[in-house]
């Protein structure tokens, strides 16, 4: 017996083995909050929302674009949009106006579900945008409010729930200056988010705090798993490090996800309280799973010596959604010193059970697995590129320490700041763009806050430093800001006379980025 494989699974099994307990406690005080709502609750905004849907036209296979940070708004149509046979496209509420519009654009999105603190950003959509809706409480009560007896009385429009039907179009910053849509099916995310949940052993009895943007590869599909085994779920729309520690003791918090930022954030707060003679809470009880780049050694050392937290490095993609390696202390590290057992933790971590890893001749890692994605939303080309001979090339160098996965250098030019894909050709676009700028390389620099950060190389075009004006560093920035999301931009400018490039004129960045990570055994931070 074959039965196929769709994410709304996990909420089924919710809403009819918990139906009376919490499911999800939205962050409170902000337009469109639901507050506090039941499993049973959910899956019946769910199975409403797909019904409402219907009514609109959105037909199976039509793309649903959501801009909107954590919310329970966000949770209920990841089921109820991906669920009942339409395609989900969480956006990056970070990005600008025509960042999103190009999104929109390009994956043929036919609604908007729009935060009302970024309506901003969708006033000019696309031609193939057909209903925007603010998700404020208002003009959404309709879509995500309960069934009725008259929603109830009509079942969702059929359909036939293939597992290899694209869930969910997520847009990722690659080594082209446009982001490229991944297509993660429901097979993709179904065994990802299982084998995710077995690796962290999540349960009924956990409370997960929503740290990481649901955006980012649908949570890494931890609503999935959570949900498939009736955990608490705790939205929390802004990350603030004193903010986490206050729902980790209000919500009795065991379990979280994020980037390195979010443990520099965390054991900041944590320092402050100690100094002001409060308690950090949650020693003992907490586990937090760290993906994006791995934090030195010493910084994993602290979140267990400081805050008495489990740490857990997961590596993967989003392109396999995300799961592929996880390194979690076992059995062996239990006689270690908490320093030694961060050195062992800094690795990204052995194959996730279900993938197959491997390093090539070239020292890329390469995988497959069921987590793998479909393939680039309208980009053959890229998809090709991307998988070849029946291996996933992830762009990573890495080298093997026993079963586990060291993760040495980024290959593609992409930089990961504070937990987020910077294309570093993307900045250079924007870089070239103005006036002055003749040659511009974008690199990652080590950052102790947000692991990487930007920084451009420039060079001058001649004549373009007038004795009244000359350019400056934060000319080049403040350009930069005004033409793409913030978290995007050079934080620091350089100035030069010539770049590094090959006989044939390739650009050098490895010589480029050496002075500023010599010392250092990875060329990732």
């Given at each position: 017996m074959r039965v196929p494989m769709n994410v709304r699974d996990f909420l089924d099994r919710a809403g009819f083995v918990y139906p009376d307990r919490e499911a999800v406690a939205d962050e409170p005080g902000v337009a469109g909050s639901l507050g506090r709502i039941t499993y049973g609750d959910m899956?019946?905004?769910?199975?409403?929302?797909?019904?409402?849907?219907?009514?609109?036209?959105?037909?199976?296979?039509?793309?649903?674009?959501?801009?909107?940070?954590?919310?329970?708004?966000?949770?209920?149509?990841?089921?109820?949009?991906?669920?009942?046979?339409?395609?989900l496209v969480p956006v990056n509420f970070r990005l600008q106006a025509d960042e999103v519009r190009y999104i929109l654009e390009h994956s043929g999105a036919v609604m908007v579900l729009v935060d009302p603190e970024y309506a901003h950003l969708v006033e000019q959509p696309p031609a193939c945008v057909e209903h925007v809706v603010v998700l404020d409480g208002i003009a959404d009560a309709e879509l995500f409010s309960p069934e009725t007896p008259s929603a109830s009385a009509s079942e969702p429009r059929a359909?036939?729930?293939d597992e290899d039907h694209t869930a969910s179009v997520n847009y990722t910053s690659g080594t082209t200056s446009r982001?490229?849509?991944?297509q993660l099916t429901h097979r993709n995310l179904?065994?990802?988010?299982?084998?995710?949940?077995?690796?962290?052993?999540?349960?009924?009895?956990?409370?997960?705090?929503?740290?990481?943007?649901?955006?980012?590869?649908?949570?890494w599909g931890m609503p999935y798993a959570l949900a498939g085994m009736g955990a608490r779920q705790v939205v929390l729309r802004k990350v603030d490090g004193e903010d986490v520690l206050r729902r980790v003791e209000a919500e009795g918090v065991t379990f979280m996800c994020g980037a390195p930022t979010?443990?520099?954030?965390?054991?900041?707060?944590?320092?402050?309280?100690?100094?002001?003679?409060?308690?950090?809470?949650?020693?003992?009880?907490?586990?937090?799973?760290?993906?994006?780049?791995?934090?030195?050694?010493?910084?994993?050392?602290?979140?267990?010596?400081?805050?008495?937290?489990?740490?857990?490095?997961l590596y993967g993609l989003t392109e396999t959604a995300p799961l592929l390696t996880i390194n979690r202390a076992g059995l062996e590290h239990d006689g270690l010193t908490p320093a030694e057992r961060a050195t062992k933790l800094v690795r990204a971590g052995a194959p996730a059970i279900g993938v197959q890893i491997g390093i090539d001749d070239e020292g890329e890692i390469v995988a497959r697995a069921n987590h793998v994605f479909a393939g680039y939303w309208n980009q053959p080309d890229e998809t090709a590129a991307a998988q070849r001979d029946g291996w996933f090339h992830t762009g990573d160098g890495a080298r093997w320490d026993g079963p586990y996965v060291v993760v040495t250098d980024r290959k593609k030019d992409v930089i990961i700041s504070g937990g987020e894909n910077v294309s570093s050709i993307e900045v250079e676009d924007v870089v070239y763009q103005h006036p002055a700028v003749a040659e511009v390389a974008v690199i990652g620099v080590p950052h102790e806050r947000w692991g990487e950060t930007i920084k451009a190389i420039v060079v001058l075009r001649p004549g373009s430093e007038p004795n009244a004006q000359p350019v400056t560093e934060a000319d080049i920035i403040e350009h930069c800001r005004t033409h793409m999301a913030h978290f995007k931009c050079p934080t620091t400018v350089e100035f030069v006379d010539g770049l590094p490039r090959t006989a044939t004129g390739k650009l050098q960045k490895f010589k480029i980025r050496a002075p500023y990570w010599e010392g250092r055994d990875r060329l990732v931070n």
């Open positions: 899956a019946s905004r769910a199975r409403a929302m797909a019904v409402r849907l219907d009514r609109l036209d959105v037909e199976h296979g039509q793309r649903v674009a959501i801009v909107s940070p954590n919310s329970a708004r966000f949770l209920i149509a990841m089921f109820g949009v991906s669920g009942y046979g339409r395609i359909w036939d729930g982001p490229k849509g991944v179904w065994m990802s988010s299982a084998m995710f949940g077995w690796h962290t052993t999540v349960t009924d009895r956990d409370v997960y705090l929503h740290t990481l943007p649901m955006f980012h590869c649908n949570g979010v443990v520099a954030m965390v054991l900041d707060a944590a320092a402050a309280r100690v100094a002001r003679g409060d308690t950090v809470p949650g020693r003992g009880t907490i586990r937090i799973v760290v993906a994006g780049a791995p934090p030195p050694s010493s910084v994993i050392e602290r979140v267990e010596r400081e805050l008495g937290w489990e740490f857990i490095q």
